[in-house]
């Protein structure tokens, strides 16, 4: 056993006076402050023991505790107490006293600052009949109190309080050998000049502690102040007068002076691909939770989508099924619409890519970038089937893995050693389709020369990330490119499905989809309507949203900005770039071969309504970490949540007005208590706002089920149910609350929109509520209005949510989870989209 | 949170009986009443007499040793993660990652309460981090989905998710 200790480290004094002590062997050796000893701490940490087995320990506590068993002493209850306290509640103090009385010479400061600490173990001795803290002998406890007090202690300019008890005791321990030696040893001298030294190496002083940790948010209550409480109740009292009436929606939406146009749009989800649930709240779900709520602030906001439809997958799935790749389009395009008509995604427009518009607005791009010099042409080597008459792509081959010899390697990846391989190096390379051996040809292709731009993207970048809202792993991703530096990129492949490239020689080439993909937003825009361009080259006026998954993230952030930046065509660049990270399927992946997971189309199957899905889905939103799908989850969050909390607060409200008061709204007179209430809803409004303005859809979700928390517990409190049968006080104050309630539950309807479109409705609906409530109450900053007067009549109060109950919810469970008999055939549907995935693979190669 | 961090403890150890513990103070530290008029005080002190009664002194270390390096990272949990500042926690994963390297369980060779109450107070911490860092702290989160799925530990944190396969290849791009 190794000791390593230094001078002036009033923590050394603990171990060597324990060492003295105990009379245990250990050798001992003198270090500096810096000297490192224990290599997996990012400080120099001292004391430290290096144990026989190798084990180091670096806490001086620990090292006195270990000494001491091995002394062939128990550490009690009451030890380990005086230990910790000395941990946790001691030392902060201490090193700070000692930091102002040795470094800033305030000697008295200092004592004052540890007043409250020690008179805590003044009182604990005053507790105590025996000569030492925990027994009659000096223990682990008394060393270390007593060595971490010595500097104080001793110090006679020091004034930390009375302590006849602590100083008693101080002196008795000071009467060891131990102690003594220890000191002299270590602190020389007068010991508060000596620490000088050391004190001067720690790290500057925390004083302000983190209190609130962001996970105990829920148990977090905001605490208000009473002019909050009074501005807020005042605000209710105002109601709905002043505000303005809702605009109605007509197309084509375009951008307005002195409006905020705000354009938002989700990766185009590839054609031949049925989405599943992590593909629906990554992009679609999530771009329209957040359009409907910027149409509520007054936004004048478009949101477009469409599919993506050229490419090699499609072309693929079309020999599959015997069809044509435009049959296949138009079949899946089908498909896709109506997955996002039932989930209630109410794009402006969903369009498509297979347009005309979109050979036009890429081909132009096309030209501008290669006029200014930013393409560039060289060969690849690529395979060919003669037979099929046509070069193969990656996924189209399949040979001997060149690492491992798996003999079913794929083009671009080995399945067996997961390693990247470049179609050429395959042995034995057989074309899929055919089944023919494919030669080795060259071919002449375009790149798109991505380094030239670099200078004139990182600047624009950098701009971009300080002024719009990138989630943290799109800032990620987009920097790991930068820093890996950019490459040229092919943006031409030998296909026949896809945008012609508009150059005689290359007559039997179409553009890489990733290429023409994005342009899909310009030509989806411009099929909405023929002034396209006032939202795409208008960077003035417009701000630009793009929701994703996290893996297409550098098509948006580097790829498609350098076209843009390099067609210098004023085009408007995204402003804000919100990414996902992935949803999982109960802990595995969501596998279309395996059947493993909820896809589209099976969602209406399940019963379940359109918008307990997007409910949920918006709950486990994977917002800044993965997340998963769960059955049971599921089950749980619609009857704990919406059934218990959101659903029984507005039906109770409602029903209190029908049964109570006729079906109209009962007069208010506002006590403490609901200017309280008001004030607290009003505060979670607020928050609702400031989230989602930073597209925080999930948390600012939070905020609405803790309005109708406040609400049942203000409705529990006052129980109206008991006093309407009362005297006349007690019905009016039913009364009262009743209608504040109610007014909670129109509130909490405008809330919802976003999330639950029809349920919202359905509140409005069932209260009479005014149209512009909603519009009012989301304004500005949010304000929680009266929106339901006095004498306002009410509709028919019905139940909002169904239980799910556990058999059904086993029953889809055991539908979904995979290996439902022999699956069809068809390709792996990981959780990010196909396009992105395979231009990455290919790009990897290059 | 030290409250339902030390109910869950006594589940885990099998304490049938709840125990009367509040919290004291601005930092809320926990108060164990005994029925004999005592009282202990401190997350460590109490979660270590938990153990102690409920004869699950194995989970203080079987040996001297390992006893030492359990109070040592009962310590660090206390001084040094709690209440951390965003910059510490770079630091601490960094820390506990490097610790890691070798080692299945934070003290010798067999669960104790290093790893449950670690576990618990970085529960927050983990939960956050982003599928590249978990991926840069792969020690720490190879043993976070170890003790998560413990037997018996998790009670009241909801689990995390561990993906298996790495996603973040330095060749990706």
């Not at chain 1, 010595?150 to 930390?160: G, K, T």
Request: net charge neutral.
């Amino acid at each position: 056993m190794k000791l390593f200790v230094s001078e002036g480290n009033p923590q050394c004094v603990k171990v060597l006076a324990a060492l003295e002590h105990t009379g245990v062997k250990c050798d001992l050796q003198l270090l500096g402050h810096e000297e490192k000893v224990v290599s997996f701490l990012s400080r120099p940490v001292l004391p430290a023991v290096l144990l026989p087995s190798g084990q180091q320990l670096f806490s001086a506590n620990a090292i006195c505790q270990y000494l001491f068993e091995v002394g062939g002493k128990e550490i009690t209850d009451t030890s380990r107490q005086l230990l910790e306290w000395e941990a946790t509640e001691l030392q902060p103090v201490l090193l700070q006293a000692l930091h102002v009385a040795v470094l800033q010479g305030k000697s008295s400061e200092a004592g004052t600052l540890l007043k409250v600490t020690l008179s805590w173990l003044e009182q604990f001795l005053s507790g105590k009949s025996t000569q030492f803290l925990t027994a009659e002998t000096v223990e682990v406890a008394d060393i270390v109190l007593w060595s971490a007090l010595y500097p104080i202690l001793s110090d006679s300019d020091l004034n930390a309080g009375e302590l006849h008890l602590v100083r008693g005791w101080f002196k008795r321990v000071s009467q060891l050998p131990a102690c003594t030696k220890a000191v002299q040893a270590i602190l020389p001298g007068k010991a508060l000049s000596a620490l000088k030294n050391f004190l001067q190496k720690q790290p500057a002083l925390h004083t302000q502690r983190r209190e609130n940790l962001p996970s105990e948010t829920e148990e977090a209550e905001h605490v208000m102040t009473e002019e909050e409480i009074e501005v807020a109740g005042q605000t209710f009292s105002g109601g709905l007068a002043e505000s303005r009436v809702t605009v109605e929606r007509k197309h084509p939406v375009l951008p307005k002076e002195g409006k905020r146009n705000v354009l938002v749009t989700s990766a185009l989800p590839y054609v031949n691909n049925v989405p599943h649930l992590g593909n629906i709240i990554g992009c679609v779900l999530s771009a329209d939770v957040f359009s409907r709520y910027g149409r509520l602030r007054g936004w004048n906001l478009l949101y477009v989508c469409g599919t993506d439809e050229y490419g090699t997958a499609t072309e693929n799935k079309a020999l599959e099924e015997g069809l044509t790749p435009q049959q296949i389009c138009d079949k899946y395009f089908a498909i896709h619409d109506a997955i996002y008509k039932w989930f209630q995604i109410d794009f402006d427009y969903f369009g498509r890519t297979t347009t005309q518009q979109q050979t036009e607005i890429s081909q132009n791009i096309f030209f501008r970038l290669l006029e200014r010099g930013f393409l560039q042409e060289d060969t690849v080597e690529q395979l060919r089937c003669e037979h099929c008459q046509r070069f193969l792509a990656d996924r189209f081959v399949e040979g001997v893995c060149p690492h491992c010899k798996y003999p079913e390697a794929r083009g671009d990846q080995c399945d067996k050693c997961g390693r990247l391989i470049n179609a050429v190096e395959l042995k034995d390379p057989l074309c899929k389709v055919c089944g023919k051996t494919p030669v080795i040809r060259t071919s002449k292709h375009l790149f798109l020369n991505l380094p030239k731009l670099e200078g004139e993207l990182e600047k624009w970048l950098e701009q971009s990330f300080s002024t719009g809202d990138w989630t943290a792993n799109a800032k990620q991703i987009t920097r790991s490119w930068l820093r890996d530096g950019l490459k040229p990129r092919c943006i031409t492949r030998d296909l026949k499905w896809g945008t012609p490239v508009p150059l005689e020689e290359y007559r039997d080439k179409v553009f890489y989809v990733w290429f023409d993909a994005p342009i899909g937003y310009l030509s989806i825009t411009a099929n909405y309507t023929s002034d396209w361009e006032k939202w795409w080259k208008n960077p003035q006026q417009v701000e630009l949203y793009n929701f994703m998954a996290k893996d297409n993230v550098p098509f948006h952030s580097v790829v498609f900005p350098c076209s843009l930046l390099g067609a210098q065509d004023n085009y408007t660049l995204v402003n804000n770039l919100i990414a996902t990270e992935y949803l999982n399927y109960e802990d595995t992946k969501f596998s279309k071969s395996r059947g493993v997971g909820v896809f589209g189309d099976m969602a209406k199957d399940t019963g379940i309504p359109s918008d307990v899905w997007r409910f949920y889905l918006t709950y486990v939103r994977p917002e800044g970490q993965d997340s998963s799908f769960s059955w049971a989850d599921l089950a749980l969050k619609n009857n704990s949540e919406l059934l218990n909390n959101l659903g029984n607060f507005i039906n109770r409200a409602g029903m209190f007005v029908s049964k109570f008061f006729n079906g109209c709204v009962p007069e208010i007179v506002l006590q403490d208590e609901d200017k309280r209430i008001i004030a607290q809803v009003a505060w979670e409004l607020k928050q609702y706002i400031q989230l989602l303005d930073k597209v925080r859809i999930r948390d600012a979700l939070k905020c609405v089920l803790n309005v109708s928390r406040h609400g049942n517990q203000y409705i529990q409190i006052n129980e109206p149910w008991k006093k309407i049968k009362g005297g006349d006080e007690d019905r009016k104050r039913a009364g009262t609350v009743t209608s504040v309630s109610v007014n909670v539950a129109c509130l909490l309807s405008a809330m919802l929109e976003p999330y639950m479109p029809t349920v919202s409705q359905t509140i409005r609906t069932q209260l009479q509520a005014p149209d512009n409530c909603a519009s009012a109450m989301l304004g500005a900053e949010g304000y929680f209005l009266r929106s339901l007067p006095t004498g306002h009549r009410i509709g028919t109060v019905s139940p909002l949510f169904q239980k799910l109950d556990s058999e059904q919810i086993e029953i889809l469970r055991k539908k979904f989870g995979g290996q439902q008999g022999p699956s069809k055939k068809s390709s792996t549907t990981e959780t990010k989209p196909p396009t992105a995935a395979e231009h990455i693979a290919n790009q990897r190669k290059k | 949170m030290a409250l339902r961090e030390l109910s869950s403890l006594e589940k885990f150890v099998g304490l049938k009986r709840q125990k009367k513990i509040s919290t004291q103070g601005e930092r809320k530290v926990p108060v164990l009443q005994n029925n004999n008029g005592s009282s202990l005080i401190g997350l460590v002190t109490i979660s270590s007499h938990l153990v102690s009664e409920a004869k699950k002194t194995e989970l203080l270390g079987e040996s001297v040793e390992q006893r030492a390096v359990v109070q040592q990272w009962l310590e660090y949990r206390l001084t040094r993660l709690d209440n951390c500042s965003q910059d510490e926690v770079n630091i601490i994963l960094t820390e506990l990652n490097e610790y890691l390297v070798d080692k299945v369980y934070l003290a010798g060779n067999s669960i104790t309460l290093a790893d449950a109450l670690m576990y618990y107070g970085i529960h927050h911490i983990i939960s956050e981090l982003a599928v590249q860092q978990k991926e840069k702290y792969l020690n720490v989160t190879r043993w976070f989905d170890h003790i998560q799925h413990y037997p018996g530990v998790r009670h009241h944190l909801p689990p995390v998710i561990v993906l298996r396969n790495r996603v973040y290849q330095s060749n990706q791009h």
